[in-house]
Structures are given as C-alpha cells and as structure tokens.
C-alpha cells in the first residue's frame, strides 16, 4: 500500500515537472515567434542551456549563472542576500576548481540585456553590450561587486561589438555573444587571452541585425 502510493506521489511529481517544461517551452516560444517581444529571464537562460548543450558542451566547459541569482546576490533585501550570495560565491569557486575556464553571466537593467564573460585562469572579465556604452555602469558595479564575494578581478574589458537597431533586440543579441563565447573558448581553451579577445571580437561581428532571423530560428529548433 505505501509502495503504491510512493508510486502515484512520483508519477504526480513526474507529469507535473513535464508540465513546467512544456509551460516553460510554450512561453519561450511565443517570445521568439513574435517580433518586437523583449526575451525575459527564463527565456534567456533556458535558451542558452539548449544551446550549449545542443553544441556538446558540458559543465567543465562553461558555467552558466542564473541572471536571478545574480540579482538576488546583489540586490535583495539584506536577510536574504547573504544567503544568494554564499550561493553564487560557491557556484564560482567550484567552476574555478574545476578549471571550467568560462563563466557566462547575462545581466539585465533598463529594460536591456547585455553579457559579462568571466574567463577563470587569467581571471579576466569581458563585457559585451548591443547597446554601449548603456550598460557599461552596470557591468564595472557588478565586477565590483563580485570582486567583494572573493571573485578574483584581473580586469574588465568592454569590447566594441555590433549595435541593434530597434529597442527588442538585445536579448537575440546576447545570445549571439554567448554561442560565440563558447565557440572561441573551445578554439582557444586556456591559452592566450589575446588571441581569445580578437576571436571572440571576429565571431561577434556575425552579430548583426540580417543574421538575426536565422538565428531565431535555429533557437527554435531547439525549444
């Protein structure tokens, strides 16, 4: 009788977990089906989990930070910050034990999405934002910040990439970045950042505005 009811309690569990995968699916997909739709947070990170598990990466490749996570660390009321922060610190330090040798971690204000890499070995920060220099202030308090959780800072660069020309673009945008962050990393591992600078500066140049409807739908195919 337990053992049955044990059964039906994880089918429940099962079916409902299903549901929210669909649910989340559905939502990201009317996003990206309809022009003009601003990406939010689960559609943002969702999108870039398919992707750099359709490309064949895995978790000593890439860690990948929840942009709510982040927010909450660094914003949140004070009772509950130190415990995200605690979190994101160790989420940090494992991927850095681990000698995953990128971080990606999107961050949103302004109703704008840009993205800051965090490359482990050289300890080096780069910020990539469709619509610069908008996000610049956000990005240097957020290193900074992170620099005050124990995160080493070797410096932050701000690379000069493609801008958008319309005002909901900026998700599709730095979901380019990220896919071609992950591209260089795998083409240079750990070596040189400059030669990682410059790779990643060529592949963002594909970023632009008439590549933007082919890429929406190669994310398609994978929701």
Known sequence: MEQHRQQQQHQKRVTFEKEIVQSQRAHIRSQLERPGTYLDDVAILQLLYHMAVGKGYTRDQVCLIDCCLLEAALYSRDDQRSKNQAILRQQFREAIAAATPLILMPIVGLNHWSLLCYRTRAQRWYHMDSLAPLHRKLAHS??????????????????????????????????????????????????????????????????????????????????
């Open 142 to 223: 957020t290193v900074a910040s992170m620099s005050k959780l124990g995160i080493a800072d070797g410096g932050l660069q701000y690379l000069e990439v493609p801008r958008q020309s319309d005002g909901w673009e900026c998700g599709l945008y730095t979901l380019q970045y990220m896919l071609h962050a992950l591209e260089c990393t795998r083409l240079i591992g750990i070596g040189s950042e400059e030669k990682f600078r410059r790779k990643l500066l060529e592949y963002s140049k594909l970023a632009c505005d008439k590549n933007l409807l082919l890429f929406t739908r190669s994310l398609l195919a994978v929701v």
